[in-house]
C-alpha cells in the first residue's frame, strides 16, 4: 500500500502557507499604532488605547449570511469581506466603542489561494475603513465537508470604550429625535428572501431592470456601510443617547434594542429615499410592506438618537462624515405607542 500524504488527503499545506505571504501585506495597510505583532504567529497581540481612565473592552461576531452564495455564484469575491467587517463593527460602534482589531475566520473544502486572496483583501478594506487592524485569522481547509468552490466566513471585532462614556440607550427620553443613516442597500440580511424572490420572478444576476440603473449583480452585491469612523466624529460632536445598527428584523426588530421601557419611536417613512433594490425584491416576490420592514434595513443601515437641540449639529458632523443622514421621526412616549414600540406613518 502507497503511503498517504495530508496532500492526498485533501489538505494543501503549501497552499495555505503561499496565501499567508499573500495577505500580510494587506494586514500591513490595517495596521494601528496600538497593535504589537503582525501576522504569522499563534496570537494577535494588540495594546489598549493610552490615556483611558477604565477601559472596557466591546466584542462582536457576525457572518456575512446566504449573500455568500450569491458571491459564489457570480464568482465576485472581493466585496463579501467588507460586509464580514461591516457586519461586526457596526454592532461594536452602538456602544460608543472605538473598533481597535479584527479576527477571521476562512473555511473552504479546497482552498483556491487566489479567491481567498480577494476575500482576504476585502476584510482588510473593510477594516481600512472602520480604522481597526486586521490582527489575525484563520484558515481551514476541510475537504469534504463543504463543497467543489464554496466557502464561509466568520468574523470577529474587539473594540475599546471609556466606562464613563458606554451608550446603552438608557438616556433616551420622549421627545428626543431620531436620525437616521443611509444604508449602502440591502447591506447583509434578507438573502434568503432575496434569492427566492429573483429567482421566482426569474430574474438573473446579470439583469438589468430599467428602474434598478445596474445590474442585479452590482446591487446586491453592494458592501455594507461601515459607519466606524462617522460615529467617532459624531460621538465628539454631540450627545448621542441612543445608536441602533439595523440588521435581521430591520427597525421594528432593532430599535426597541436600544431603548429604555415606557419609550417607543414613531418613524416618517416618507422622509428618506428608499434605493430602488429593495422595490425590485418587493415587486418580485410580491413582498407585504410589513414584510420588507422585517427582513431589510429599507434604506437605514444606522438610527442614531439625539435630544432635539443636537439635531442640527449630529446632521452636520455625519454629512461631514461623508454620510447621508434623515430626520426621521421622534421618541415617544408609552401612552403614545401602546403595544408597538415602532410605528410607521406617512
Known amino acids: ?10 489538505v494543501d499545506v503549501e497552499a495555505g502557507d503561499r496565501l499567508v505571504d499573500r495577505i500580510k501585506p494587506l494586514a500591513a495597510r490595517t495596521r494601528i499604532p496600538e497593535q504589537l505583532a503582525g501576522l504569522g504567529g499563534f496570537a494577535g497581540l494588540c495594546a489598549l488605547p493610552a490615556g483611558m481612565k477604565e477601559p472596557i473592552l466591546v466584542s462582536g461576531t457576525d457572518g456575512v449570511g446566504t449573500k455568500l452564495r450569491v458571491a459564489i455564484e457570480t464568482g465576485r469575491h472581493d466585496t463579501v469581506g467588507i460586509d464580514l467587517v461591516a457586519m461586526c463593527v457596526n454592532d461594536v460602534i452602538t456602544c460608543g466603542a472605538r473598533p481597535l482589531f479584527f479576527l477571521d475566520y476562512f473555511a473552504t473544502g479546497k482552498l483556491d489561494v487566489a479567491i481567498a486572496e480577494k476575500v482576504i483583501a476585502g476584510i ?37 470604550v471609556e466606562k464613563s462614556a458606554i451608550i446603552d440607550g438608557s438616556k433616551v427620553r420622549a421627545g428626543d429625535a431620531v436620525i437616521g443613516v443611509a444604508s449602502s442597500g440591502l447591506h447583509s440580511n434578507g438573502y434568503s428572501l432575496v434569492r427566492k424572490a429573483l429567482s421566482q420572478a426569474n430574474i438573473g444576476w446579470d439583469d438589468m431592470p430599467e428602474d434598478l440603473g445596474e445590474s442585479v449583480r452590482d446591487a446586491v452585491l453592494r458592501p455594507t456601510r461601515i459607519y466606524a469612523r462617522a460615529v467617532q ?12 445598527h439595523v440588521t435581521g428584523g430591520g427597525l421594528p426588530g432593532n430599535v426597541p434594542r436600544v431603548l429604555p421601557d415606557g419609550v417607543g419611536v414613531e418613524l416618517d417613512s416618507k422622509s428618506w429615499p428608499r434605493p430602488p433594490v429593495f422595490d425590485l425584491v418587493q415587486r418580485a416576490g410580491a413582498v407585504e410592506e410589513d414584510e420588507m420592514r422585517l427582513a431589510f434595513n429599507i434604506g437605514l443601515g444606522l438610527v442614531v438618537i439625539v435630544p432635539q437641540g443636537d439635531v442640527s449639529t449630529a446632521m452636520a458632523s455625519l454629512k461631514e462624515s461623508g454620510e447621508q443622514a434623515f430626520l426621521v421621526g421622534r421618541v415617544t412616549s408609552s401612552d403614545e405607542i401602546h403595544e408597538a414600540r415602532v410605528v410607521f406613518v406617512g
Open 1 to 10: 500500500m502507497a503511503a498517504l500524504t495530508y496532500k492526498q488527503a485533501g
Open 233 to 244: 466624529a459624531l460621538l465628539l460632536a454631540c450627545e448621542v443617547r441612543a445608536l441602533c
Open 124 to 160: 482588510a478594506e473593510g477594516c481600512v475603513q472602520a480604522g481597526c487592524a486586521l490582527l489575525g485569522g484563520e484558515t481551514a481547509e476541510m475537504p469534504g465537508f463543504y463543497g467543489e468552490g464554496e466557502y464561509d466566513l466568520a468574523g470577529f471585532s474587539v473594540g475599546v
